[in-house]
């Protein structure tokens, strides 16, 4: 998925793929900073939101792991999320 809006994006204007994935990345980083800074929002999954873009990530925290389910955009249905 963050592979698919990385071309949608850079289609759309030149870099802004880049962008995309530069705001990808500093999500990554505060998960990896803060795992448990976000609230679950079903079972164990936790999302965060990607900055400047309608995407968040989904993850679960499993003892010193972060696990990653899905880069989600939130215009789309919420079922598919997990």
């Not at 592979?3 to 980083?29: H, I, P």
């Amino acid at each position: 998925m963050a592979k698919d809006a990385y071309d949608w994006y850079e289609v759309q204007q030149n870099d802004l793929g880049e962008l995309f994935l530069a705001s990808l990345n500093d999500c990554f980083t505060r998960i990896k900073l803060y795992p448990k800074a976000n609230s679950k929002v079903k079972k164990n999954y936790r999302q965060a939101r990607i900055k400047k873009f309608p995407y968040v990530v989904v993850y679960e925290v499993i003892n010193t792991d972060i696990v990653v389910l899905s880069v989600f955009h939130t215009s789309r249905n919420p079922k598919n999320k997990y």
